[in-house]
């Protein structure tokens, strides 16, 4: 089973400050299989990339994602108050599709 | 408008199976290289992927839960189930389904995601 380790667990930052997600997968998955998604409160996840950088309809191009082989990155500029919220990213390219444990956004 | 709806019985208690059901409307659950999938949220313990059934009614499941999982397809009432037999506290979560398909991406390439997910529904396996 592939691992993915997020960090940092939470993640504490300013509205408009940049924010860097790390994604660490325990062996070398395929960045077409690596996604993101965020999920707020009370709600479901809702897919934020794909393909590792691709963003997904509706996405503002604050998002960014980035990485390969074992390290995968999600960035967030200019932070909203809208995106102090959970991230959590998933792997696709070895069963099972596992999932990081999630990184929170906080407001500092 | 894709959309996705989780439903169900409610409370379970251990040993029971966990039955749930997920509607699909605006799209047609037959539509190629759609993938239906049950993911849920373990309190504490974050997101798992309980596994997928394909358009041509073809299952994947996660080898952690395949000896007491089933999905499948009804394709009359545009819906896919999920049941988990012999149920655990452990078996106590927020229950999402979703519509995983590939995309493809920036660079050209096929990339599978879960890009539409029903609310979620919580169960509680307890006597």
């Known amino acids: 089973e592939v691992v993915l380790t997020q960090s940092p667990g939470t993640l504490s930052l300013s509205p408009g400050e940049r924010a860097s997600l790390s994604c660490r997968a325990s062996?070398?998955?395929?960045?077409?299989?690596l996604a993101w998604y965020q999920q707020k409160p009370g709600q479901a996840p809702r897919l934020l990339m794909y393909?590792?950088?691709t963003r997904a309809t509706g996405i503002p191009d604050r998002f960014s994602g980035s990485g390969s082989g074992t390290d995968f990155t999600l960035t967030i500029t200019r932070l909203e108050p809208e995106d102090f919220v959970v991230y959590y990213c998933?792997?696709?390219?070895?069963?099972?599709?596992?999932f990081g444990q999630g990184t929170k956004v906080e407001i500092k | 408008q894709v959309q996705l709806q989780e439903s169900g019985p409610g409370p379970v208690k251990p040993t029971q199976t966990l039955s749930l059901i997920c509607s699909v409307s605006?799209?047609?659950?037959?539509?190629?290289?759609?993938?239906w999938s049950w993911i849920r949220h373990l309190p504490g313990k974050g997101l798992e992927w309980i596994g997928y059934?394909?358009?041509?009614?073809?299952?994947f499941y996660n080898p952690s839960l395949r000896s007491r999982v089933t999905i499948s397809l009804d394709t009359s009432k545009s819906q896919f189930s999920l049941k988990l037999t012999s149920v655990t506290a452990a078996d106590t979560a927020v229950y999402y389904c979703?519509?995983?398909?590939?995309?493809?991406?920036?660079?050209?390439?096929?990339?599978?995601?879960?890009?539409?997910w029903g609310q979620g529904t919580t169960v509680t396996v307890s006597s």
């Open positions: 979703a519509r995983g398909r590939y995309l493809v991406d920036s660079r050209g390439y096929r990339s599978y995601a879960m890009d539409v």
């Open positions: 605006g799209a047609s659950i037959t539509s190629d290289d759609h993938f």
């Open positions: 059934i394909s358009d041509r009614s073809l299952t």
């Open positions: 062996q070398s998955i395929v960045s077409s299989q």
């Open positions: 393909g590792s950088s």
């Open positions: 998933q792997q696709y390219d070895t069963s099972p599709y596992t």
